[in-house]
């Protein structure tokens, strides 16, 4: 069947392509009717959609399972949403070369009245998928803003931007005016986008981009190596920050090709000027060998896992307790 409907057809000297995805069920002495072997038939095909797959898919019961506790998130963001039960975590990040604190990214961390803290990978795509990032990225970063606005003013703030974030032409209103309701200067603020936020629409992303820009408001741009990392966005965008994926920092010490990665970014970005962050730095060894190839500032659970707003006072007050390293030799320092 799946063969017989996508075979390409010709019209007029041109030809169309179908595409076509097949969810299959069976059936059982235990199965009530034709409308729960439909639904299950059904629910296999989504998943076929979902894998892009090319073959039929059968059904299994762990689909349905996923499919109710996807459906559970999606409401419990909704009601979250509505409970305001969604905050913001602070992860440190500093100055690979004398440990000096300056800045926070800014996390999402769903306050469940049940379970507790709930991690951004558990709801950041459900809440994507279902058109609510917006909602849940205004609910988090006013938070944020309001937190900081009378820490040390030499700290700044990052706030990620989703790609559905990024096709709202309102956008950079939208952020300029949750500045205006915290009071939080606009230079101290860190937008970071991904690559793929800029793929949709090049031209309105340089539109949103500039309009923060004139507003005193740094680019970073987030992930850089883990996508098509094109040389274009460089030049076409004012990035302020190239944050290196935690993927080849995790592995620099054991993967050749990681270094080889970083090493090739961070040299590149010293070519346009342009401080490049690591992500994802979780022991000394990673931090020393970022620190030789160039990278000025980075972050990880090496300098301090992401914490809560109402404890982040201590850590100011406690700023000299960040791990910190021998600064290198004159000889050392030349080699890097």
């Not at 179908?18 to 059982?28: E, H, K």
């Amino acid at each position: 069947m799946l063969r017989r409907v996508t075979t390409p057809l010709e019209e007029q000297g041109k030809y169309i392509q179908v595409g076509a995805f097949l969810g299959l069920s069976s059936a059982s002495p235990r199965d009530s009717g034709i409308p729960d072997l439909l639904r299950r038939a059904d629910i296999a095909m989504d998943h076929a959609k979902s894998a892009r797959s090319a073959r039929p898919m059968w059904f299994d019961s762990r689909m349905e399972r996923e499919l109710i506790a996807h459906s559970e998130i999606e409401q419990g963001i909704r009601f979250g949403l509505d409970h305001d039960q969604f905050l913001p975590y602070f992860e440190p990040q500093v100055d690979l070369a004398t440990g000096r604190l300056t800045g926070f990214e800014v996390l999402a961390r769903w306050d469940h009245p049940l379970t507790g803290i709930i991690a951004p990978d558990r709801f950041i795509a459900i809440a994507e998928e279902h058109n609510l990032i917006g909602r849940l990225s205004d609910q988090v970063v006013r938070k944020a803003l309001a937190a900081a606005v009378d820490w040390d003013p030499a700290l700044t703030l990052s706030i990620n931007i989703s790609p559905r974030q990024f096709t709202d032409s309102w956008l950079a209103q939208k952020i300029v005016r949750l500045l205006a309701e915290s009071g939080f200067p606009a230079e101290r603020l860190v937008v970071e986008v991904t690559e793929s936020s800029l793929f949709g629409d090049i031209d309105l992303a340089r539109t949103i981009v500039q309009s923060l820009k004139n507003q005193g408001i740094a680019l970073a741009l987030d992930d850089f190596g883990s996508g098509f990392s094109s040389l274009s966005h460089l030049s076409a965008l004012p990035f302020d920050k190239i944050k290196i994926d935690r993927t080849f920092v995790a592995s620099i010490g054991k993967n050749r090709q990681s270094a080889a990665i970083v090493r090739a970014v961070t040299t590149m970005a010293q070519a346009l000027d342009v401080p490049v962050v690591a992500e994802g730095i979780e022991d000394a060894a990673a931090h020393e060998t970022l620190l030789q190839m160039g990278c000025a500032s980075g972050q990880g659970w090496y300098f301090g896992k992401p914490i809560a707003a109402e404890d982040v006072p201590h850590m100011l007050h406690q700023r000299h307790a960040l791990p910190r390293r021998n600064l290198p030799t004159e000889p050392s320092a030349r080699r890097g």
